[in-house]
């Protein structure tokens, strides 16, 4: 399987356009098309980040910087895609993103070590939420004003048809705990820290409390201590 995985990885390599942080994708009839959108940025880096050499990896984040991120949100794609005239749909084009989308884009640049663009980008991520619950789809500020200081939720209305709600929290939890906090969970359900977490830089004294996992309830801390609840 872990060959599988590698020959994979490396068919999917030979897709990337060198220069620009983007990726093509083939056609059936043998053609490709450049596509300048988030999904790529968030998959490879998390999944296959480590096949890649440190100019690629710098281009991506050069591009994620340029194209798609925005003060309190992000573009799904990019407006400069060959196919941002097509719809006006926030969770998947230039007006915005889905939920799911800012927090795997976070996810990403913490693989590849550069956690201090993501930690520059979350107080304006925080002010998204004010709003509640993430929508299906948020606006980026040059599509609409941002209310509460974040990104405004899509209607359900045409020509946008998002929900007011989404199920994409995973996404959210996922970034806390692995990428700020720095914890992984074992086959055997144990709770392990990499060491000190990203999260330091915003709070020294952090602490995660209560994380779940195997019948085991434990508090991680900032500084790598992972800590059963009641010792």
């Not at 007006?95 to 800012?102: I, K, L, V």
């Not at 004003?145 to 946008?160: E, F, T």
């Not at 144990?190 to 508090?219: F, H, K, M, N, Q």
Request: negative net charge.
């Amino acid at each position: 399987m872990r060959k599988e995985a590698n020959d994979l990885g490396r068919r999917v390599l030979e897709l990337y356009v060198p220069g620009k942080g983007i990726w093509k994708c083939r056609l059936p009839d043998g053609s490709y098309n450049e596509v300048h959108h988030c999904y790529d940025f968030g998959t490879t880096l998390m999944n296959i980040g480590d096949m890649m050499p440190a100019s690629q990896k710098r281009e991506m984040v050069e591009f994620f910087q340029r194209e798609l991120q925005t003060p309190t949100w992000m573009r799904a794609l990019s407006p400069y895609d060959a196919d941002a005239a097509f719809s006006v749909r926030p969770d998947h084009q230039w007006n915005g993103a889905y939920p799911a989308w800012p927090a795997d884009a976070g996810r990403a640049l913490f693989a590849l070590g550069r956690g201090d663009v993501l930690l520059d980008w979350l107080p304006g991520l925080a002010k998204t939420a004010n709003q509640g619950p993430c929508g299906q789809a948020h606006f980026v500020e040059e599509a609409q004003p941002a209310i509460s200081g974040g990104a405004r939720k899509a209607p359900p209305q045409l020509p946008y048809i998002t929900d007011w709600a989404c199920s994409s929290s995973g996404s959210w939890v996922a970034l806390v705990i692995e990428s700020l906090f720095g914890a992984s969970v074992g086959l055997d359900g144990t709770i392990e820290s990499a060491g000190p977490g990203a999260v330091t830089a915003l709070d020294p004294a952090a602490v995660l409390r209560g994380l779940t996992s195997g019948g085991r309830l434990v508090d991680v801390h900032a500084d790598g201590r992972v800590e059963p609840v009641g010792d």
